[in-house]
């Protein structure tokens, strides 16, 4: 297990887990929203990570996610610049209550008073001043013993978000007040009436409190997360860059929220009310309400044609989208599918994908470009018996040396150099120049060079899953 050092700085634990199918087709269970530039020219993550690098207040942020997503939020942050103390794995998803105890574990370890500044990973702020106001407000609660919430002061009746009622004011302790009560997500007339009372905070899903702190209170209302996750630390392992959390023992912990856990039992809760420019960023109406709008209200992001439209939220990646004569509607067109929806119906995209998945099809796992810890490969064609791809290798990385039984492989270097091992030799490939790899041939891709390697890759044989990969040695320690 690695430990957090000790510090009088604050803890920033960034979650980064969830599919964010409400997203779709963007966000996919291999590639989900906060990995995507949704809001600005960086993803949602490393905007996140950005937000707590002040080396003044904040040490090296710990990060927990979905182990399937390990590589890509490495290099997220490194493209970012921003240090990390660590990135652990969870082998499955296990909700807040359990990633926030893990944080607590590693960092009581060393310090039990280390403040732990825990912030979803797919949120915008826009006003950050006013975070950094709240930050310092909850951090001067938490070193006085309180489970501290930032509750976001509502901008309309939003039936998608659980409230807080606010309390009385803690004595000194300025801008903190005791939480009354955590409220479900609320009717409509009922979130009206909190609105217009001005009493009730929206729940943000991002706390502050001290890992002891935290700690006693879940051994207290949520023992059976505490003894999971210390069991999944004690028996889990390092991974190159990872911490690995021992499978088993993590599923043992009950999938709650620490909301549920911890926030909505302890007598020490407390909420600092905020105005941050904050949206969860939950479905696509949000993303329109966030965007640069042009006259008649849209919102035009990427190849955008419109004629007529008002107030529609329309996005490509690529192909151009003609649009005519819509309203309030959201029209996304990635490489391999289009959503068309109304702004009232949006959260409903999540029924969508629920019958994609039942239907056993590709699209809301994956997008067509899959990352790699060495790159990335995209599907360009199939058919029978054959496949092509796009295969982009990052300078300095190497595929696993690996054989098929199933397929063999025609490799055609499209610009950079490879480095090909082919049973018991090595070829340098050029630029116009390609290769033959027969069945059950052990072999392995290279970029020696300093600029990225594309190669057209045409598999044929008679099966062609990515599962057909025996790895004989892999540098990114995958089985």
Sequence with gaps: MSAVAVSQKILPVLLSGGAGSRLWPMSRELYPKQLLNLCSDRSMLQDTALRVTDPAAFDPPLVICNQEHRFVIAEQLR??????????????????????AVAALMAAEQDPDTLLLVLPADHLIRDMPA?????????????????????????????????????????????????????EKPAREVAEGYVAG??????SGMFLFSAGRLLAEMERHAPAVVEACRDALAA????????????????RAPNISVDYAVMERTSTAAVVPCDLGWTDVGAWPALWEVGAKDADGNVAIGDVVMEG????????????????GLEDAVVVVAEDAVLVTSKDQAQNVKRI??????????????????????????????????????????????????????????????????????????????????????????????????????????????YLGEDDIVRLEDSYGRG
């Design 309 to 324: 439209a008002r107030n529609c939220y329309v996005r490509s990646e690529g192909h151009l989208a003609a649009v005519v």
């Design 79 to 100: 493209q970012a610049g921003v240090p990390f103390r660590n990135i652990v794995l969870e082998p499955v998803g296990r909700n807040t209550a359990a990633a926030c």
């Design 236 to 251: 889990g392992q390092s991974d190159l860059d990872f911490f690995r959390l021992d499978a088993g023992a993590f599923a």
């Design 353 to 462: 994908v629920e019958r994609l998945k039942k239907d056993g099809r590709s699209e809301p796992v994956s997008h067509r470009k899959v990352h790699r810890p060495w790159g990335a490969f995209q599907s360009v064609h199939a058919g029978d018996r054959f496949q092509v791809k796009l295969l982009s290798i990052a300078p300095g990385a190497r595929l696993s040396l690996q054989k098929h039984y199933h397929r063999a492989e025609h490799w055609v270097v499209v610009n950079g150099t490879a480095l090909v091992t082919r049973g018991d030799e090595q070829v340098m490939v050029y630029e116009n120049q390609s290769i033959y790899i027969p069945i059950g041939t052990v072999h392995r891709l290279e970029n020696p060079g300093k600029v990225p390697l594309n190669i057209i890759e045409v598999q044929s044989g008679s």
């Design 198 to 203: 001005g009493q009730h905070a929206w729940n």
């Design 131 to 183: 975070f950094r106001r709240a930050v310092d407000a909850a951090a001067a609660a938490a070193r006085s013993g309180h489970l501290v919430t930032f509750g976001i002061a509502p901008t309309g009746p939003e039936t998608g978000y659980g409230y807080i009622h606010k309390g009385a004011a803690l004595p000194g302790l300025d801008g903190v007040f005791a939480v009354a009560a955590f409220v």
